[in-house]
């Protein structure tokens, strides 16, 4: 069992910054992949981002592409999501997720997921 608590969402101007963090309960290296996902008021649970176990794969969803960096530190077993340029659209409930294996998988198929952080970015 791995319990994921995500830390750092808050309220932003657009164009704004912030960092998220997803600290593991357990170890995470070269065991679990990790991702990002969110979902706003009304719509379904998105991909935003992954990373590969040792942290050299990443993926992400074009709308977030040159604005979102997926960053691992496994000394810490912590993923984080740097956003920059933050736009009203990104305002969402934020999540990450662990999954065994390397396959990067954007869909929900994820073994633990965290109680997510509110991300609200206003104009």
């Known amino acids: 069992q791995v319990q994921l608590v995500e830390s750092g969402g808050g309220l932003v101007l657009t164009g704004g910054s912030l960092r998220l963090s997803c600290t593991a309960s357990?170890?995470?290296?070269?065991?679990?992949?990790m991702a990002w996902f969110r979902q706003a008021p009304g719509k379904d649970r998105e991909f935003v981002a992954f990373?590969?176990?040792?942290?050299?794969?990443?993926y992400y969803v074009d709308s977030v592409k040159g604005r979102f960096t997926i960053s691992r530190d496994n000394t810490k077993d912590t993923v984080y999501l740097q956003m920059n340029s933050l736009k009203p659209e990104d305002t969402a409930v934020y999540y990450c997720?662990?999954?065994?294996?390397?396959?990067?998988?954007?869909?929900?198929?994820?073994?633990?997921w965290g109680q997510g952080t509110q991300v609200t970015v206003s104009s």
């Open positions: 997720a662990a999954r065994a294996g390397s396959e990067i998988i954007t869909d929900l198929r994820y073994d633990y």
């Open positions: 357990r170890r995470t290296a070269g065991t679990y992949a």
């Open positions: 990373i590969s176990r040792a942290g050299v794969m990443k």
